[in-house]
């Protein structure tokens, strides 16, 4: 038997009068009865016959609630040097690298790379990720000891290059992690190519985190092969 809109709402409009409030709890009809009142025990084969059709509607206003409760999002526009303030995450990031620097809070990884490696294509990848990722290329400067955020263009961004030789590898990838960022200058994203031989390479890729965090190594580099793919090709 199909309901109509119509009916469906003076069930629970009959509901409401008899201090029934229906509610849906995971994929079950629950109801709950208003203090100062007594369950209507006639009302309850009503509910019953009605079920489905009950639930079908509270799921659809349930999911058009939650539609509605989420903004949109929408595209902002952003010049160089425009200024912003700080979060307070970035505030306290900022702060602990004035005080003694933030080598700890680098975020890094590693990939060896297999095959022949074009460089430009590698950097002209990066430069892509830089100029889509705000974040990458924000930069955090002060006036009178009060912090903002700018940014930088990505098209100054790139990578450093160095042949391993005979140098342990793990020591090269540690000398590149303690490099420090200047917060002030530096892109949040450091990139340098070690050459192992002409078929194999060390990528070395360290964030400052307060502009990503661990999740962010996997995006980076899922985003690197997508771009390195589609330019080479």
Known sequence: ???????????LYQAKQKGITLF??????????????????SFIPILKKNKEALLQYLKEEALKN?????????????????????????????????????????????????????LAVLEASLQKIVARHESLRTIF???????????KTATDFGIAVASLGNKDEQSAIESVLSIPFDLAKDYMLRVQVLEVSEAEHLLVLVLHHIASDGWS??????????????LIN
């Open 1 to 11: 038997m199909e309901h109509t809109k119509i009916e469906i709402l003076e069930i």
């Open 24 to 41: 849906l709890e995971g994929e079950e009809l629950k109801f709950r009865i208003k203090k100062g009142f007594t369950l209507d025990k």
């Open 66 to 118: 939650k539609v509605a409760a989420i903004p949109s999002i929408e595209k902002q526009t952003r010049e160089e040097e425009e200024v912003y303030s700080l979060s307070y995450a970035q505030e306290r990031l900022w702060f602990i690298d004035q005080l003694h620097g933030s080598l700890e809070y680098h975020v890094s990884g590693v990939l060896r790379l297999h095959g022949v490696l074009d």
């Open 141 to 151: 400067k002060e006036i009178d000891g009060v912090p903002y955020q700018t940014l």
């Open 217 to 230: 190594i996997p995006i980076l580099v899922q985003e690197l092969e997508a771009n390195y793919s589609a």
